[in-house]
């Protein structure tokens, strides 16, 4: 069936770095979702990407929706604490009735 | 942006007894929403598709009468968790499709069931 493969699995960096993670997949997705999900927190949508190739900011995140439309990446520059949380990449399968593949999700912690 | 909202956040219930939690979308209307349930650390597992005016679509594995889902409106469906033990203790998150304004899938913000 269909994934998404998302790395890094975690990531530990200093306040003020960029982050940069990204998800593969063997098929195509029509629908590319980023979500950031705080602990026992549902996830909150943070960018949806729906074109080949469209690349879209919402602060200091910026997400792309790769040209094959079987990969994306997620980028936060200038990492704050506040931005520590799970990252996950999602994909509605429309043949599914639009039930959301997931990504393992990326743990991003933050120095100070 | 569109929102759901998920009730109650937190409960506790003993063994044996039944639990529901209810999921709505608060400004828009949904004629799907998703039941999953999530370990910790680890990402979500789908339960069940609630379609409304229809009957669930339950994963594999998922025992569809001890989680009882009914979507009985556009904007609220419910899981109840009956006959609870402690190993139905979990995270469970609804998400709810808005086909309208984006195509977009939405979270509620979870619920955490402890079954003593």
């Known amino acids: 069936g269909q994934q998404l493969n998302q790395s890094p699995q975690s990531m530990f960096i200093q306040e003020g770095e960029d982050v940069s993670m990204n998800c593969t997949s063997s098929s195509i997705f029509n629908t590319w979702l980023w979500y950031k999900q705080d602990p026992g927190e549902g996830p909150v949508l943070l960018i949806a990407l729906y074109k080949a190739g469209e690349l879209t900011s919402n602060g200091r995140l910026t997400a792309q929706f790769g040209i094959t439309r079987k990969d994306s990446f997620l980028n936060i520059s200038a990492s704050i604490p506040s931005d520590v949380g799970i990252y996950f990449c999602?994909?509605?399968?429309?043949?599914?009735?639009?039930?959301?593949?997931f990504g393992a999700g990326t743990i991003l912690r933050v120095k100070s | 942006g569109a929102v759901v909202s998920q009730h109650p956040s937190r409960v506790i219930c003993k063994s044996g007894t039944s639990v529901k939690i209810e999921c709505r979308s608060l400004d828009f209307q949904a004629t799907t929403m998703f039941w999953y349930r999530q370990f910790p650390k680890k990402s979500l597992m789908l339960m069940a598709t609630s379609n409304e005016g229809s009957k669930a679509t339950y994963e594999q594995g998922v025992e569809k009468d001890k989680f009882l889902i009914n979507h009985a409106s556009l904007t609220l469906s419910t899981l109840t968790v009956t006959s609870a033990h402690p190993e139905d203790s979990s995270f469970y998150i609804c998400?709810?499709?808005?086909?309208?304004?984006?195509?977009?899938?939405?979270f509620g913000e979870g619920s955490w069931l402890t079954v003593v």
């Open positions: 998400s709810a499709y808005d086909r309208v304004s984006g195509n977009t899938i939405y």
């Open positions: 999602a994909g509605p399968v429309v043949e599914y009735g639009n039930k959301l593949v």
